[in-house]
Structures are given as C-alpha cells and as structure tokens.
C-alpha cells in the first residue's frame, strides 16, 4: 500500500485524468479498498476539491470545477507546456503580460529542477501569439528543446526534413545541415530561422517537420538575420520577400461596406471609415491578381483607388472566374501570356 500522501496525489491526478471514475476502479488502481477509497475522496473535499458522486452499479466519482482555485496536480510534460504557453503571453499584447509573468515566476520557483532545466534549454521569441497547432502540427517538447539548445550552443544543426505529401519510391533524402539562429512562434506555429549550409543562405523551416539527429555539428559563428531584427525577417519572409517587411504588391480600394464590418477581416490592412456605408482598405499580397482575389472576400461593390496594375488584375480575374463558370478552367490557367499567380517560397517546405 502506498503512503497516504502519496496515494492522494496519485487519487488526484487519476481524478483530472477522465470525467467519470467507478469507485471499483479507483481501488483497483490504488491498490486500497472501497472503504479507503471513501476516506480519501472526503480528505480531498476537505482540502477544496469538488468530488461528486455518480450512480451507477457501484457509484463513482466525479471531480466538479469548483468556485475557488484548490491546488493542481500536472505532469512533466503538462508543466513544460503551460511555462511555454506563459512566456509566449507575455509578448501577447493583449495586456495580461504582467499577470502571465507573474504566473511564470510561481510556476517556475516551484518547478522541480528538472523541469527547471527542461525550461531553461527552451528559448524562443513570440512573434504573433494565436491558436494553437492542430494535432497534426503539434511539436514534441523533446525537439523544441534539441533546437533551441543547438541555437544556445551556436552549434550546426543536423535533421530530416519531412516533405508534407512524400511520393511513393522517393530516394531518402540526405540529412539537411543548418546553422540554427533563432526558435520562434508565430499565429500558434513553431519556426527556426536558419542559414543553410548546403544552399547558402537563409531559410525558414517549420520546426513540426523537423526530425533532429544527434550529435549535433561544429560550433559556428554567429551571423545577423538580413536587417537584423527577427520579427521584421520573419514578417518579411511570410509576405514574400527575403529583407523587406511590407508586400510586393500594394493598393488601395474603396468598399460598400461600413469600417465596422471590414476591420474584423482586414489583417494587416489599413481601414479608413468614410461614412455609414462605406470605408476605404489599404492591403497588400505576394501578386496582384492574389490581392484582387482577397477583396472579392468583402462580397461587396469595389471601387479601385490605386494602382492601375489592381485594375488590370481584376480584369484577368474576372476572364478568369467566367472561364470557370464556362467549364474551361483548365484551357484558361494561362490569359493572353499573364502566366498563373502563384506564391513566393517564403518558407522551406519541399513538396
């Protein structure tokens, strides 16, 4: 039988773990009886813990949230990922970084030192917070951590690279050689700001694709990203372009629309109100054509500002879209010699 404390703190986390728990089960796992089981479940209420019991062939119990915080109990991995989650808050601009860095300290002190250690080897800079991966994005703790400590060490990072659709028969690929800079996060997605070996220059890598292989190579010199700011960089790179932090192709329109409803929806766009029922937006993408296709989202009457090219890209949209609607989409990828808007490889990712 295990220790009395021990056995509450193990009731606990079983008790986070799922909704429901048949009190059978719980003895089961805790090696106690039915009775003991009771005891514990009472000795936890007592300390805060909303713990109802459920019907059933031999009842059960439920923990309930309640109306104050009690103490919690996470795992290993859950303390790593709400440190992380903390820190990338603190550059959220929502204006809860005080109160996220204050939690962070108390975390932290708290910490046993080998989850303090875990936390250390993980820096990175936030750039954009927002949702979190999807399940299929996600990145292991365990790769954060081998990347960020190649970037702390100023030593060459050595990993596969997975291609995101692999054909069948594809010859492997050799591992990919890169001195590795900076981590970064932006809009809930994990980068590394690297420069190439092998290609001799500076690329951006989705770091959920990235399998790291030990040990690791020589030390490097430190370079400076182009423009020497990361944020700027990365922004530049996600619009296209190797050192600018702005869009290739800019212009400016006139919608049908009031402020109010095209704010929500206008990105990094520039929004103007010019009465109850219309507003001017300034935006910019990789191509011309691309920009005209992102307005025509406002489902509304457009009225073109400037510059000429955003007029003629509506023209060739428009063939376009009437091509489509004739069933002739494939005939008309190409118009009068205006090859095909396609997006800049602003990011590594082999197809």
């Known amino acids: 039988m295990t220790a009395p404390t021990s056995r509450l703190l193990t009731l606990l986390s079983l008790l986070q773990s799922r909704r429901d728990w048949p009190g059978s089960t719980l003895a089961e796992r805790l090696e106690v009886s039915h009775r003991t089981v009771r005891r514990d479940i009472d000795r936890l209420r007592e300390m805060g813990y909303r713990i109802r019991a459920t019907r059933g062939p031999d009842g059960g119990y439920r923990l309930d949230a309640g109306t104050e915080l009690p103490p919690l109990l996470f795992d290993d991995e859950q303390v790593v990922a709400l440190a992380v989650a903390l820190q990338s808050a603190t550059a959220s601009g929502a204006g809860i970084e005080e109160a996220s860095l204050r939690a962070l300290t108390t975390i932290r002190q708290v910490m046993p030192s080998r989850l303090r250690h875990r936390l250390d080897a993980l820096t990175f800079t936030t750039l954009r917070p927002g949702p979190g991966d999807d399940a299929e994005d996600a990145v292991p703790t365990g790769v954060l951590i081998a990347i960020s ?9 050595r990993f596969d690279y997975a291609s995101p659709a692999p054909h069948a028969g594809e010859d492997p690929v050799p591992p990919r050689r890169a001195e590795p800079h900076h981590l970064v996060t932006s809009h809930g997605r994990w980068y590394l700001v690297a420069w190439d070996l092998d290609r001799g220059e500076w690329r951006l890598f989705r770091a959920d694709r990235i399998m790291p292989r030990t040990p690791t190579g020589p030390r490097f010199a430190p370079r400076e990203v182009p423009g020497g700011d990361v944020a700027a960089y990365v922004s530049a790179r996600f619009k296209g372009s190797d050192r600018y932090d702005r869009w290739p192709c800019s212009g400016k329109v006139i919608l049908s629309l009031p402020a109010r409803d095209v704010l929500p929806f206008a990105g990094d766009g520039l929004v ?70 396609r997006p800049p490889r602003s990011i590594e990712a082999p197809s």
């Open 272 to 341: 103007e109100d010019l009465g109850p029922e219309r507003c001017s937006l300034e935006a910019g993408s990789w191509s011309w054509v691309a920009l005209a296709a992102s307005l025509n989202r406002f489902d509304t009457e457009i009225e073109v500002v400037r510059p000429p090219a955003l007029l003629h890209a509506f023209g060739v949209l428009a063939k376009r879209n009437a091509a489509t609607a004739r069933g002739e989409g494939g005939a008309m990828s190409t118009l009068r010699g205006t090859p095909p808007s």
């Open 149 to 157: 400590a190649a970037v702390r060490a100023r030593e060459v990072l």
